[in-house]
Nanobody, 120 residues
Framework: QVQLVESGGGLVQPGGSLRLSCAAS????????MGWYRQAPGKERELVAT???????NYADSVKGRFTISRGNAKNTVSLQMNSLKPEDTAVYYC??????????????WGQGTQITVSS
């Protein structure tokens, strides 16, 4: 079994900053990709940022230059530094990991989600 635990959500004023963190635990051999997605009310879940085990990154155009993704040395943690937050960044943010387990083939796993609200 694999578990993704997120932390760091909350309420912030426009222009402010927040940092999200996510840690994966369980029967993990390696993690190919970790990242963040978000879902605003009435909208589909969308990619925010991802990072491969080789440190290649992918960002949504809407967050480029404002958000920075990073992975821990152990490669089973991922963080998202969010600066210059805007009201349109308000959403539930989900951690995602593409996991290679100790036994079996790779699969995707999601965290429980953490709410970020950007409002004055």
């Amino acid at each position: 079994q694999v578990q993704l635990v997120e932390s760091g959500g909350g309420l912030v004023q426009p222009g402010g900053s927040l940092r999200l963190s996510c840690a994966a635990s369980g029967s993990i051999f390696s993690i190919n990709v970790m990242g963040w997605y978000r879902q605003a009310p009435g909208k589909e879940r969308e990619l925010v940022a991802t990072m491969t085990s080789g440190s290649s990154t992918n960002y949504a155009d809407s967050v480029k230059g404002r958000f920075t993704i990073s992975r821990g040395n152990a490669k089973n943690t991922v963080s998202l530094q969010m600066n210059s937050l805007k009201p349109e960044d308000t959403a539930v943010y989900y951690c995602y990991a593409n996991i290679v387990p100790l036994v079996g083939g790779p699969f995707g796993s999601w965290g429980q989600g953490t709410q970020i609200t950007v409002s004055s």
